[in-house]
T-cell receptor, first 112, second 107 residues
Framework: NAGVTQTPKFQVLKTGQSMTLQCAQD?????MYWYRQDPGMGLRLIYY???????DKGEVPNGYNVSRLNKREFSLRLESAAPSQTSVYFC???????????FGPGTRLTVT | KNEVEQSPQNLTAQEGEFITINCSYS?????LHWLQQHPGGGIVSLFM???GKKKHGRLIATINIQEKHSSLHITASHPRDSAVYIC?????????FGTGTSLTVIP
């Protein structure tokens, strides 16, 4: 099992550019999450998907959109990147029975 | 919004020492998670607690629901335990995270 995979690992964008962060899990989990991690602030939930076909806003959704393409894949899109979106982005999925979260390796995004 | 406070923010210990990291939260939750973030950035789940105590190897986690407090203990600490330890509270599908405790264990 690969667990949770994310692409790309690193990305540099100019202000106003768009991009999609990809996430996939092979553990048959229903719930998937996107977080951002900033120095001194801890992880913050951007969006989550409790099941295929549903998505909900988290604590910091502004400037982002998500798609739960199927049970395996959950993508995060930045339509018009801003320097405030410079961060490390983590995707995670969770087991409905144990509620344990499994994290991807992260994407380090810099917006100049 | 639930506030999650961790203490201490930074901790340096000698190899072999007993370590305690604390986590307090402000409102009722369905569960609490302890996570470990390695120096390379990867995050792994250590424990999920809704009551009582759990033990895994040298790690012990406890939670007191009435006092809204959890502790993570590491017995016989080792340099490989050096990492950031993060507390997260679970409201079903919403998670709020502490800012982490950075632990360095010196040989």
């Amino acid at each position: 099992n690969a667990g949770v995979t994310q692409t790309p690992k690193f990305q540099v964008l100019k202000t106003g550019q768009s991009m999609t962060l990809q996430c996939a899990q092979d553990m048959n989990h229903n719930s998937m999450y996107w977080y951002r991690q900033d120095p001194g602030m801890g992880l913050r939930l951007i969006y989550y998907s409790a099941s295929e076909g549903t998505t909900d806003k988290g604590e910091v959704p502004n400037g982002y959109n998500v798609s739960r393409l199927n049970k395996r894949e959950f993508s995060l899109r930045l339509e018009s990147a801003a320097p405030s979106q410079t961060s490390v982005y983590f995707c995670a999925s969770s087991d409905r029975n144990t509620y344990e979260q499994y994290f991807g390796p992260g994407t380090r995004l810099t917006v100049t | 919004k639930n506030e999650v406070e961790q203490s201490p923010q930074n901790l340096t210990a000698q190899e072999g020492e007993f370590i305690t990291i604390n986590c307090s939260y402000s409102v009722g939750i369905s569960a609490l998670h302890w996570l470990q973030q390695h120096p390379g950035g990867g995050i792994v789940s250590l424990f999920m607690l809704s009551s009582g105590k759990k033990k895994h190897g040298r790690l012990i986690a406890t939670i007191n629901i009435q006092e809204k407090h959890s502790s993570l203990h590491i017995t016989a600490s080792h340099p490989r335990d050096s990492a950031v330890y993060i507390c997260a509270v679970d409201f079903g599908n919403q998670f709020y995270f502490g800012t982490g405790t950075s632990l360095t264990v010196i040989p």
